[in-house]
């Protein structure tokens, strides 16, 4: 044999083993759209990030594995006084950093501390502390000590009945504070935590290894690793997971999911999410500060449709600002029917016959509530047209796009949200509390009803779920009465595995734990 | 040649300012506000102009610049705003993929356009001339996400030779020593890996490759036709030297020299990272990386990495440039 065979072959024959199924004993290999920006829980801002997050930090208080009720973690129990204030954790004694440092109530001090005092050592970073200021964090908590080495206490500076929810957060994760100490900013790509799995390698854009924590306080996870490879490209990422090169991957784009229901080697997960997609119009501008027209245009949108053509079915259609499966969601609320000869009907008691024009104004991007803004956008715009409202569309590029609809430039918009901690507040306030309806606005609406801002505070400081259920129905009602938005779906959360992957559950929050996964061989 | 070298050299500082002038009025002239999009549906007024603060975003565009060009000349090309991460330091993670495709693609496209030219202008006028051109021209017009999902089809789904993206198999463990994992592959003698290297390698290659290759089929043959006519051409047919020899000995060396210019220009292009085959294999390199900074609007990361970049390019010129002088003794640069 001459040289350049032989050199071909011992090249290839490698080749070909390697492309043999691989033996992946006890390793995932999960696909995502994205890389992760960074591994700080309290840096980060984006759900890449998080996903590796969720499995390498814990807080003190979680929710249940699949809804947004809290267990106890990081914290055995709790209690508050009796006017309310101060919150006291008697932390687990048990635990120990992936570094193998003890986690006690100092470490919780720092964790949270650092993100609170401007005067910590570590307040200065670079980046922000993006969901502590998101959350308002500052407003809502007077002071916070450690009272001795397992209880950690929380004085807030009034009664807040979503402070738990929130401390449920990624953002309120423990840390080790040694690693923080000896990393700084770098601890972003070093992270530490309590977690069931602990980070080995990260190269970007390419994959980010974990580790399983066999040193950890519960039932250690299955998994021997855990790896997350970014593929951007959707029908690329299917092909891998259909070659078993990847075991699972989230956000399926909508024409692939039949594609993974015909295939007996895949399963498909769906999940109801925390999320809704609405059309909002703003007030502010004639003639949508009439109630008869925006209850014409309400009846005028035939939701179903979008849910059968632009959601595969995996969506439902919208009547209150809140997703159905949060708690608090009023079912009592009778949705408006698509009746486009109400509409008309409507219109013209509001004195507009022949209908009006106006402009609707569509997001550039897709998002997790609204995959095809634009194609929504012509489906909508149809539907008006067949009343009499002539609607152009309009689209600007992503940053300009928040920036007018802040701005309330817009006739009508299309916009969504995805919650965070399961409470109702987090939707209600946040999106249409008359205080959102400043310009640069969240409120863009415009809508400023004081009623609902009384329901909506008071729902805030009552600790007794009760009266908090009652007020949050009340607000429902409310809006639904006025009719700021026209609420269109609620998007469910997706992803396709392998089908020897078992224990894999989609939590209504998007969080991804992986301790419970395991491969079925 | 020294004297020459210097001047060039020097010539180079007024166009990496010009480099930095036009990146950073392209990327601060483009609609969207880099902390607007940063923050999302979740923007609020404080934090939007907090961050635009923090970012410097607040002072005037002409202070913007001189600061940016301050550091740049101190050799610091900022941090990414997205990652915090140095700018230096994430093209530094990449650039090691980048270069490792481009040069499988350009050692395809060299070998192939070379052969593909040769072939087409000994031939000149016959069949095999024109089906090595409109190979050629087929090269340049395929869409190049089209042939990569193709490629993907054909080979790594209906035919499973190939893996089909990724630049080495997760459950492959190969530590980096160069971060070029052929090379690394090889000297750590993991072999399994070299192959599994090379196999992720192929597709986005040759996907790759088609333009750079089509463009140096074309060029070469057009330059051997030239020199063909040439009567040292002639002359070395009439002392009785095969057709062969006269080809590759005489008339490739001097039809060389375009053809290299087009190399090094491709090879330029080609090191900007490859956006579309990039994305389309998962390919962890710069083109990828740097779409995703003009989208988020990392205005720092598209102003260090473009420099760069830039940078890079013109002194890949500037050693063709130098390589001409070896390649053609009659190409002097001392005046």
Same mark, same amino acid.
């Given at each position: 044999?001459?040289?350049?065979?032989?050199?071909?072959g011992a090249?290839?024959?490698?080749l070909?083993?390697?492309?043999?199924?691989?033996?992946? %004993?006890?390793?995932?290999?999960?696909? +995502?759209?994205?890389?992760?920006?960074?591994?700080d829980?309290?840096?980060?801002?984006?759900?890449?990030?998080f996903k590796?997050c969720d499995n390498?930090?814990?807080?003190? &208080?979680?929710?249940?594995?699949?809804?947004t009720?809290?267990?106890?973690?990081l914290?055995?129990?709790?209690e508050?006084?009796?006017d309310?204030?101060?919150?006291?954790?008697?932390?687990?004694?048990?635990?120990?950093?992936?570094?193998g440092?003890?986690?006690d109530?100092?470490?919780?001090?720092f964790?949270?501390?650092r993100?609170?005092?401007?005067?910590?050592?570590?307040?200065?970073?670079?980046?922000?502390?993006?969901?502590?200021?998101?959350?308002?964090?500052?407003?809502?908590?007077?002071?916070?000590?450690?009272?001795d080495d397992?209880?950690?206490?929380v004085?807030?500076?009034?009664?807040?009945?979503?402070?738990?929810?929130?401390?449920?957060?990624?953002?309120?994760?423990?840390?080790?504070?040694?690693?923080?100490?000896?990393?700084g900013d770098?601890?972003?790509?070093?992270?530490?935590g309590? %977690?069931p799995?602990? #980070?080995a390698?990260?190269?970007?854009?390419?994959?980010?290894?974990?580790v399983?924590?066999d040193?950890?306080?519960?039932?250690?996870?299955?998994?021997?690793r855990?790896?997350?490879?970014p593929?951007?490209?959707p029908?690329?990422?299917?092909l891998?997971?259909k070659?078993?090169?990847i075991?699972?991957?989230d956000?399926l784009?909508?024409?692939?999911?039949?594609?993974?229901?015909?295939?007996?080697?895949?399963q498909?997960?769906?999940q109801?999410?925390?999320?809704?997609g609405?059309?909002?119009?703003?007030?502010?501008?004639?003639?949508?500060?009439? +109630?008869l027209v925006?209850?014409?245009?309400?009846c005028?949108?035939?939701?179903?449709?979008?849910v059968d053509?632009?959601y595969?079915?995996?969506?439902v259609?919208?009547?209150?600002?809140i997703?159905p499966?949060?708690?608090?969601?009023?079912?009592?609320?009778?949705?408006?029917?698509?009746?486009?000869?109400?509409a008309?009907?409507?219109?013209?008691?509001?004195?507009?016959?022949?209908g009006?024009?106006?402009?609707?104004?569509?997001m550039?991007?897709?998002r997790p509530?609204?995959?095809?803004?634009?194609?929504?956008?012509?489906?909508?715009?149809?539907?008006?047209? !067949?009343?009499?409202i002539?609607?152009?569309?309009?689209?600007?590029?992503?940053g300009?796009?928040?920036?007018?609809?802040?701005?309330?430039q817009?006739?009508?918009a299309?916009?969504?949200?995805?919650?965070?901690?399961?409470?109702p507040?987090?939707f209600?306030?946040v999106?249409?509390?008359k205080?959102?309806?400043?310009?640069?606005?969240?409120n863009?609406?415009?809508?400023r009803?004081?009623?609902?801002?009384e329901?909506?505070v008071? !729902?805030?400081r009552?600790?007794?779920?009760?009266?908090?259920?009652?007020?949050?129905?009340?607000?429902?009602?409310i &809006?639904?009465?006025?009719?700021?938005?026209?609420?269109?779906?609620?998007?469910?959360?997706?992803?396709?595995?392998?089908?020897?992957?078992?224990?894999?559950?989609?939590?209504?929050?998007?969080?991804?734990?992986?301790?419970?996964?395991?491969?079925?061989? | 040649?020294?004297?020459?070298?210097?001047?060039r050299?020097?010539a180079?500082?007024?166009?990496l300012?010009g480099?930095?002038?036009?990146?950073?009025?392209m990327?601060?002239?483009?609609?969207g506000?880099?902390?607007?999009?940063?923050?999302g549906?979740? !923007?609020d007024?404080?934090?939007?102009?907090?961050?635009?603060?923090?970012?410097?975003?607040?002072r005037?565009l002409?202070?913007?610049?001189l600061?940016?060009?301050?550091?740049?000349?101190?050799?610091?090309?900022?941090?990414?705003?997205?990652?915090?991460?140095?700018v230096?330091?994430?093209?530094?993670s990449?650039?090691?993929?980048?270069v490792?495709?481009t040069?499988?693609?350009?050692?395809?496209?060299?070998?192939?356009?070379?052969?593909?030219?040769?072939?087409?202008?000994?031939r000149r006028?016959?069949?095999?001339?024109y089906?090595s051109?409109?190979?050629a021209t087929?090269?340049?017009?395929?869409?190049v996400?089209?042939?990569?999902?193709m490629?993907i089809?054909?080979?790594a789904?209906?035919?499973?030779l190939?893996?089909?993206?990724?630049?080495?198999?997760a459950?492959l463990?190969?530590?980096p020593?160069?971060h #070029?994992?052929?090379?690394?592959a090889?000297l750590?003698g993991h072999?399994?890996?070299?192959?599994?290297?090379?196999?992720?390698?192929?597709?986005?290659?040759?996907?790759?490759?088609t333009?750079?290759?089509?463009?140096?089929?074309r060029?070469?043959?057009?330059?051997?036709?030239?020199?063909?006519g040439?009567?040292?051409?002639?002359?070395a047919?009439?002392?009785?030297?095969?057709?062969r020899?006269?080809?590759?000995?005489?008339?490739?060396?001097?039809?060389?020299?375009?053809?290299?210019?087009?190399?090094?220009?491709? #090879?330029g292009?080609?090191?900007g990272?490859?956006?579309?085959?990039?994305?389309? #294999?998962?390919?962890?390199?710069l083109?990828r990386?740097?779409?995703?900074?003009?989208?988020?609007?990392?205005?720092?990361?598209?102003?260090?990495?473009?420099?760069?970049?830039?940078?890079l390019?013109?002194l890949?010129?500037?050693?063709?440039?130098?390589l001409?002088?070896w390649?053609?003794?009659?190409?002097?640069?001392?005046?």
């Amino acid at each position: 044999m001459t040289g350049w065979p032989r050199l071909a072959g011992a090249l290839l024959l490698p080749l070909l083993a390697a492309c043999a199924a691989p033996d992946q %004993g006890d390793t995932l290999v999960f696909g +995502r759209g994205s890389d992760s920006v960074g591994l700080d829980p309290a840096l980060e801002g984006d759900g890449e990030s998080f996903k590796v997050c969720d499995n390498l930090f814990e807080t003190l &208080i979680s929710y249940e594995p699949q809804s947004t009720a809290l267990r106890p973690l990081l914290a055995r129990s709790w209690e508050v006084s009796a006017d309310q204030l101060t919150w006291t954790f008697h932390l687990r004694t048990d635990v120990r950093f992936h570094d193998g440092t003890a986690f006690d109530a100092h470490a919780m001090l720092f964790s949270l501390g650092r993100q609170f005092f401007a005067d910590h050592p570590h307040h200065q970073v670079a980046g922000a502390y993006k969901y502590w200021k998101d959350m308002g964090m500052d407003d809502v908590i007077e002071d916070m000590w450690a009272a001795d080495d397992s209880t950690f206490a929380v004085r807030l500076r009034q009664p807040d009945a979503t402070f738990l929810s929130t401390l449920g957060m990624n953002f309120c994760a423990a840390v080790s504070p040694a690693a923080v100490g000896q990393h700084g900013d770098g601890f972003r790509r070093h992270p530490v935590g309590t %977690g069931p799995f602990r #980070f080995a390698e990260w190269r970007r854009d390419e994959r980010l290894v974990l580790v399983r924590n066999d040193q950890y306080w519960g039932e250690p996870a299955f998994l021997k690793r855990l790896i997350f490879r970014p593929i951007q490209d959707p029908s690329v990422a299917f092909l891998e997971l259909k070659r078993g090169s990847i075991h699972g991957l989230d956000n399926l784009s909508p024409e692939l999911i039949a594609q993974v229901e015909a295939d007996t080697n895949l399963q498909l997960l769906t999940q109801p999410g925390l999320t809704v997609g609405y059309l909002a119009m703003n007030m502010d501008r004639p003639p949508f500060d009439n +109630r008869l027209v925006r209850l014409a245009v309400n009846c005028a949108i035939d939701k179903q449709a979008l849910v059968d053509n632009f959601y595969q079915g995996l969506a439902v259609p919208a009547v209150n600002p809140i997703p159905p499966i949060m708690w608090g969601h009023n079912d009592a609320v009778e949705p408006y029917a698509y009746d486009p000869d109400r509409a008309r009907r409507l219109l013209a008691e509001a004195g507009l016959p022949d209908g009006f024009e106006t402009e609707l104004w569509s997001m550039p991007v897709p998002r997790p509530y609204m995959p095809q803004p634009d194609r929504i956008a012509q489906a909508i715009q149809a539907d008006l047209a !067949a009343v009499g409202i002539r609607a152009r569309p309009v689209q600007w590029e992503w940053g300009t796009y928040l920036d007018k609809i802040f701005d309330g430039q817009h006739p009508m918009a299309l916009l969504g949200w995805t919650g965070d901690n399961g409470d109702p507040h987090s939707f209600l306030y946040v999106l249409l509390d008359k205080t959102a309806a400043q310009r640069p606005a969240q409120n863009i609406s415009f809508y400023r009803s004081d009623p609902l801002h009384e329901v909506l505070v008071e !729902a805030r400081r009552r600790s007794d779920p009760e009266t908090r259920l009652r007020l949050y129905h009340r607000a429902q009602e409310i &809006i639904h009465e006025d009719a700021p938005w026209v609420p269109l779906v609620h998007a469910e959360q997706t992803a396709a595995f392998r089908a020897d992957v078992r224990g894999f559950r989609l939590h209504p929050t998007g969080i991804k734990w992986f301790r419970g996964v395991r491969l079925a061989r | 040649m020294l004297a020459y070298l210097l001047k060039r050299l020097a010539a180079l500082l007024p166009t990496l300012v010009g480099i930095s002038l036009a990146v950073f009025l392209m990327i601060h002239l483009v609609p969207g506000d880099p902390a607007q999009i940063m923050l999302g549906e979740r !923007a609020d007024a404080q934090t939007v102009e907090s961050l635009r603060r923090e970012m410097g975003l607040d002072r005037p565009l002409h202070v913007q610049f001189l600061h940016f060009f301050g550091d740049v000349l101190r050799g610091d090309l900022g941090r990414s705003i997205r990652t915090q991460e140095t700018v230096g330091r994430e093209i530094a993670s990449r650039f090691p993929a980048t270069v490792e495709l481009t040069l499988a693609a350009m050692t395809i496209a060299v070998l192939g356009g070379l052969g593909l030219g040769l072939l087409a202008a000994s031939r000149r006028g016959g069949p095999v001339d024109y089906a090595s051109m409109v190979l050629a021209t087929a090269g340049i017009s395929v869409p190049v996400f089209w042939l990569a999902l193709m490629l993907i089809y054909a080979f790594a789904t209906a035919l499973p030779l190939f893996p089909v993206s990724g630049r080495l198999s997760a459950h492959l463990h190969l530590e980096p020593i160069t971060h #070029f994992y052929v090379l690394d592959a090889v000297l750590r003698g993991h072999w399994v890996a070299l192959g599994d290297a090379l196999a992720h390698l192929a597709l986005p290659a040759v996907a790759l490759s088609t333009i750079p290759m089509a463009v140096i089929a074309r060029m070469t043959r057009s330059s051997l036709l030239e020199v063909l006519g040439e009567d040292y051409i002639r002359t070395a047919r009439a002392k009785g030297m095969a057709a062969r020899q006269v080809l590759v000995r005489h008339a490739l060396r001097n039809a060389f020299i375009p053809t290299l210019t087009v190399i090094a220009l491709e #090879f330029g292009y080609l090191l900007g990272g490859a956006i579309i085959t990039e994305t389309v #294999f998962a390919w962890p390199g710069l083109g990828r990386w740097l779409f995703l900074a003009v989208q988020s609007r990392d205005f720092r990361a598209v102003q260090g990495g473009v420099l760069l970049l830039a940078s890079l390019f013109v002194l890949i010129n500037l050693a063709a440039d130098l390589l001409y002088a070896w390649l053609d003794p009659r190409i002097r640069y001392d005046r």
